[in-house]
């Protein structure tokens, strides 16, 4: 019973790298977000998506891509990495948006940008 | 803009009280209203919920509050034991979800 699988749990980039996060949950939801937590900032709504093929802005969304090509999966892409992406990125998922209905998270992803 | 926030950084409490946790959100569109739990190295575990038709839900020692005039919510965690401690975000949702900067729950034994 995996929930949300976030991919992968760590990694140390070099300013300019791209790289992609990769989020997969197995509960057939259709709602996924990303998240980005910063001391003091708590969780800040990166992208989200309501449904395959579908994507939306969140509070921070500057220097982030995402895609959901698939119910299951969303992808974060970060095209030229900087410091200040350094943080600890959340994968979220429900079964909607709007009624009765909690969001499961995944166990984060650390990235340091040097 | 911040359109749900946690005023409180931290809170103590002593074993066996009542912790009291804020929440304020701006935004008067949120239906739905969470608080989630979060220890280190960890993702957030849902707490408890409430409906924006709603005033109280409870479950087991935990209570939420809503005052929805004064775009207010509370969790009340009655009695509080050192499991408890751990970092608590208030969260709002309409077809997305904002979340508070979180507050630090420490309760001594």
């Known amino acids: 019973n995996a929930g949300v699988t976030q991919t992968p749990k760590f990694r140390v980039l070099k300013t300019g790298q791209s790289m992609t996060l990769l989020c997969a949950q197995d509960m057939n939801h259709e709602y996924m977000y990303w998240y980005r937590q910063d001391p003091g900032m708590g969780l800040r709504l990166i992208h989200y998506?309501?449904?395959?093929?579908?994507?939306a802005k969140g509070e921070v969304p500057d220097g982030y891509n995402v895609s959901r090509l698939k119910k299951q999966n969303f992808l974060l892409g970060l095209e030229s990495a900087a410091p200040s992406q350094t943080s600890v990125y959340f994968c979220?998922?429900?079964?909607?948006?709007?009624?009765?209905?909690?969001?499961?998270f995944g166990q984060g992803t650390r990235l340091t940008v040097v | 803009d911040q359109q749900v926030k946690q005023n409180s950084p931290s809170l103590s409490v002593q074993e066996g009280r009542i912790s009291i946790l804020n929440c304020d959100y701006t935004n008067s569109m949120f239906d739905y209203f969470l608080w989630y739990k979060k220890y280190p190295a960890e993702g957030p575990t849902f707490l408890i919920s409430?409906?924006?038709?709603?005033d109280k839900n409870e479950d087991g020692r935990f209570t939420v509050f809503l005052n929805k005039s004064a775009k207010h919510l509370s969790l009340h965690i009655v009695p509080s034991q050192p499991g408890d401690s751990a970092v608590y975000f208030c969260a709002a949702r309409r077809y997305d979800m904002r979340f508070g900067a979180g507050t630090r729950l420490t309760v001594k034994p």
């Open positions: 998506s309501v449904g395959e093929g579908t994507t």
């Open positions: 979220a998922s429900s079964y909607s948006g709007s009624w009765n209905t909690e969001a499961f």
């Open positions: 409430i409906s924006s038709i709603k």
